[in-house]
């Protein structure tokens, strides 16, 4: 089985990448169980970040929509705290099926 690469972006993780053993199985198990609470740590992060430089002058919604690859929108819902996740979820509940 090909080994997937390590995302650049995790590249202080490649630590855990080493010879099969019983602590490094352990290690990468409690990591894929924190993986919500990195996630959380991510989000968060990325809201205050957001906030922060949507406050500076320079800074619009449109101007940062660029570089996060994302929509003007999509920037205010990441500094309101808004998951992308959830708008989905809440469209799908809005959609009724038709008999």
């Known amino acids: 089985m090909d080994r997937p690469e390590l995302p650049a972006v995790f590249s202080a993780l490649a630590e855990l990448a080493g ?3 019983v ?10 169980k924190a993986v919500p609470d990195l ?5 968060s992060e990325r809201q205050r970040t957001v906030r922060a430089l949507l406050d500076m002058p320079q800074h619009s ?10 929509t003007p929108q999509r920037v205010h819902d990441i500094a309101a705290g808004h998951r992308a996740t959830e708008n ?6 809005k959609v009724t099926p038709t008999a």
């Open 19 to 21: 010879e099969p053993t």
């Open 23 to 32: 602590d490094r199985a352990q290690v990468l198990s409690r990591a894929l």
């Open 39 to 43: 996630s959380a740590w991510l989000r």
């Open 61 to 70: 919604a449109k101007t940062l929509s660029g570089p996060l690859d994302v």
């Open 88 to 93: 989905r979820r809440a469209a799908a509940a």
